[in-house]
Each structure stands twice: as C-alpha cells, then as structure tokens.
C-alpha cells in the first residue's frame, strides 16, 4: 500500500471520530487562504530539499534514514489528536500502546516481567534516566565505560555530578574486560556502561564477560543498546558470529537497558526507550503532581519518566510497527538480517580489495575502511580518506555519501602491517548499512568507492 493512501485513510478515520462530538467551527484566527498555503508549501518543500537522500542506498554515511510507511501512518494519526504520554489524562489509548511496545522490548532482551520501563524523547534521555538510577543507588561513586562508548555518557554523568572512569578498547574497540576488572578493584566503581554496537564501528562489547566482572564486584550493569540493542532479536541467528550472540543474550542480565526505536525500529526521531530489571527503581521517581495525575490511580507514565510531556503519537507509530513488524526473526529481524549480510558482503570485498581495506571485522552492520594503495602513516591514510569522502560526495551525477570516523592508528592495518604512527589517531572511512536495501547495492557502493580510490 503507498504512504499517501495509508496516510489519507488513517487521517480520514480520525476525521470520522472527531465528527461524532458535533460539528464546530474553527476559528477565524486560524483560517489560511488556499493559495498562500500552496505557496508556503511550496516554498518549504523546496528548502527541505536542501538535505541529503537518507532513503536511497547510495547514502552509505550517518546513522540516518526515514522511518517506515507504518510508522509514518501511524504517527500522523495519532499527531491528528496530539496526546500527550505524561498522564492517562493526556492520551489513555497511546499509554496503554506503551506500556504493550514495552514489555516486548523487555522480552526481546530476556528482561524478566513486569520490568519497569517507557519510551523517551532520545538515546540520550533514556541513558541520562540509567545513569539517574545509577547514582541514586550508588551515591559517591563513579561510572565506567569504554573509550568507544557515545560522549553523552562522559556528557550526561558531567550533568549529574557523576564522576567517571574510562575503560581502554581492545584493537577489535570492544571494551578490555581485563582492563575493566583492574579498575573495579579499588570500589570506587559503582555502575558499569557496556555498548551493544558502538556508534563508531558497531561493536558489541563482551556483555557476558562485563556482566560477571559487575557481579563479582557488586555493581550496576546498564547495557546501552540505543544502536545495536534490536540486533538482540537475532541473538540465535547464525549471521552474528557466537561471541556476539552471546553478547546479545546476556543483556539479560543488565539492570538496565536502553534502545533506540528511532534508530533500528523504523521510528521517525524523537523515540527511545528505557528500560530497568527491577521495577522497584521507580520509587526514586516519586514526585508530587498536582495537576497532572486525576483521572485514574492506574501508573501514570509520568510518574515513572524524568520528562514531562511526551509524544503519544511516537508510542502509537510504535505500536503500529511492532504489530506489522512483531520484534522477531521473521518480524523486524528480517530487515536487521539484511542490514548484517550487507555488512558480511561488504566486508568480504574490502578484503579483496587491492585499494581499499576493511579496518577490523564488523560485528553489526557497520563497515570501516581506508584507501589502502600506498598507504604509510596515519597523515597519508587520513587525508585519502578525507579526498574520498569530499570527491563522493561532489560527483552530482552518481554521488555516493559516506561519513568519516576518528580512530586510533593502532586499529589501522595493512594486510598485517601497522601504519606508521606519525599521529595517534587516523581518520577512516565509515558506512551504517541500516538500510535493509543495501543489502543488493552493497557491489555498487564497493566498486564507487574503489573507482574513487
Ligand atoms: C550507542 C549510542 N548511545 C547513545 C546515542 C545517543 O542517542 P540519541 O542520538 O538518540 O540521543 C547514540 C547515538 O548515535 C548511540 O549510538
């Protein structure tokens, strides 16, 4: 079914509804002339074109692409009436839509029920919330995360006055479990951050391994999986190789969780997810509301949410994906699996390759490489690296649009020979292959890329 029919119908259907509390009159303030509409229209359409193509496969760059028709159906309804996910009060049938996607996000990581949980605006909301619960139960004592993990840890643990310690990465930048084991000696440790898929290169750190390093020490496990956490409904598959699958399984054993819907989960922006293993945590939530809570004694989605107001309509394009695409292999998985044989095919090439090399071994679906024909020091393979990029980009008439990516020269091999280290970091070359249809464009993208080698 096209987007425009699925959205006209939903919106008609709203229509419908809304008719049967009488007619009524808008008022004239808010009247707009047909034609001036157009025009603006018109005009804003224009601007937006000033973007680049997030939906077509030849966008090989950022974490970035349009959400699903479902979805976009989805929110446009619910945006018709505009509840508000704070309060019952404020949109009944979209928090009960939440409190549903929430419990199969808790399933899909194996979280025992009820686990205590909603969505949020960002990743970054939903880690701040862990981190939030972290320090609440460990006053006093510091965060750990790896090199790799996102800066809104390093960030947000600085707005909440947490101090932190930084875990060194393996070359694989998977975090060093030895390293970590080292640092929770001392007790000052209170909560552990592993990454399900870093931003970076997409790497699953060892979460099994981390999990009894936190246990021994007796610390917090948060596993943030805002990139890489919906890969954990393909924890059985044989497309992730067994360290990561058994990554993804012991997720189970986090006290808390954070994904990102508008990463993996086909949502527009504005859609993360928290999640805790022991609901006994929202007792730190505890406020008092005296405007908000009145309809019912039922949970509040407020009450248990550091933000305020929240889009009902991101939980309703949610709900409505999830019940298309149910959080399973045959569901959602098909278009992860996709993503991930695109990466494996992908890197395959950049292998054989006699100009370009892959930098180590995805674990998602994420593909770092460098022009590698006559690469010495990390100065020669960084600016290549960059003239690629800008040169992709500039060809208007088959462009191809990559991103770049810091890493440190240690990374950067090769064949089996390290880079001359005149700088401690080399700038690379970095595609997100989140987009299931690159799974069939994967030879072009190598073969563009190559051809501007
Ligand atoms: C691993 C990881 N954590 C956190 C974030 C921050 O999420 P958001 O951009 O939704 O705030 C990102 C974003 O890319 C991420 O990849």
Redesign the pocket.
Known sequence: MDLEVLIGNAIREIRKWEGGFGPYDRHASTHLETDKVAGVLGEYTERLKNNYPFFHPRYAGQ?LKPPHPAAIAGYVAAMCINPNNHALDGGPATAEMELEVMKQLADMFGFAQPALGHLTT???MA?IEALWVARSLHPEKSVAFSADA?Y?HARMCQVLGIPTRKVPTEVSGRMDVSALKRALRDGNVGTVVA?A???GQGMVDPVADIAAACKEAGVRLHV?G??GGFYAILKDSDLLTAETRQSLKAISLADSVVV?P?KHGLQPYGC?AVLFADPAVGRLYKHDSPYTYFTSDKLHLGEISLECSRAGAAAGALWMTLKLLPLTPDGLGGVLAACRRAAVKWHGLLKASKVLSPVGVPDLDIVTYFPSVGAGSASEVSKASQAVFEKGMADTDDPVFLSTLRVPTRRVRVGKSPLKRDKNDTLVLRSVLMKPEQEHYVEWLHGKVEGLV
């Open positions: 974490m960002s990743g970054t880690n996102h809104t990454t898929g870093t931003t943030d805002a990139y990102d508008h993360g």
